[in-house]
């Protein structure tokens, strides 16, 4: 059975498990790990939810981005439910920890702090990068994919049980490059400008009425936002 590790890249990352320690090598860099008695977890499904938590069942080459080094390629799957990314090691799977980029199946994802609706805290996430100069861009456009549990009816009289169900779920998000945390796309034009520069609005407002473009279209949405990059 595999065992989901608490896994923190940071170079050399520290776990503890009784006094012994133990050395593995992921691509350039050894990476020296203690494990110690409740830092780690055996992953369970529960048969009682219909779904999955990851965004692809399937371990894929993927590549961990460090900072000012080359990046690592390992296996891996996104794990919504936890927020993280899941590395297959031997028997072992690694939940990767720390602000450290990913991509997998040539997409980009990035940690970024973030609110969650049922949330009034900010909390680290992963995010797809949907804008495609987002190296250059000022603004750029993000996609959250999130797993809601439908909780499942239990068993009573003239009732049958019915499992929990993940449903999926998508959110995009704007990044503006002086704030912390993304924002949430707006569908109504009117809140949707709010999210930018007072300074900005009025520009922001006529394009959008002038080429009737909708917050709910992601080509819609992309032309908005290339507008205001452009935008001096």
């Known amino acids: 059975m595999s065992r989901t590790i608490i896994f923190v890249c940071n170079f050399i990352l520290f776990f503890s498990f009784c006094a012994s320690s133990q050395e593995i090598t992921f691509g350039n860099y050894e990476i020296k790990i203690r494990y110690l ?13 219909v779904g999955t938590p990851f965004l692809d069942d399937e371990f894929r080459m993927g590549y961990l981005f460090f900072e ?21 090691f031997e028997d072992d ?29 900010l909390s680290p996430g992963y995010f797809k990068i949907v804008s495609k100069n987002y190296e250059e861009d000022d603004l750029i456009l993000l996609e959250k994919p999130i797993k809601h549990l439908k909780e499942g009816q239990k068993p009573a009289a003239m009732k049958t049980m019915s499992p929990g169900k993940y449903l999926d ?3 995009l998000y704007l990044k503006f ?23 900005h609005q009025d520009k922001l407002k006529a394009y959008i009425g002038k080429n009737k473009l909708k917050m709910k279209k992601l080509q819609d949405l992309e032309r908005v936002i290339s507008y205001y990059n452009g935008i001096e």
């Open 37 to 49: 008695k409740g830092d780690y977890k055996a992953t369970k499904f529960s048969e009682e939810i």
């Open 68 to 88: 000012g080094k080359d990046p690592v390629a390992v296996n891996m799957r996104y794990n919504i439910v936890d927020e993280g990314f899941e590395v297959r």
């Open 93 to 121: 799977t690694l939940l990767v920890q720390g602000k450290i980029d990913i991509k997998l199946n040539e997409e980009m994802w990035k940690k970024l702090p973030y609110q969650a609706k049922e949330q009034n805290h």
């Open 169 to 171: 779920r998508s959110y």
């Open 177 to 199: 490059p002086d704030a912390e945390a993304p924002v949430i796309v707006e569908s109504r034009t009117k809140r949707f400008l709010t999210s930018f520069p007072a300074a």
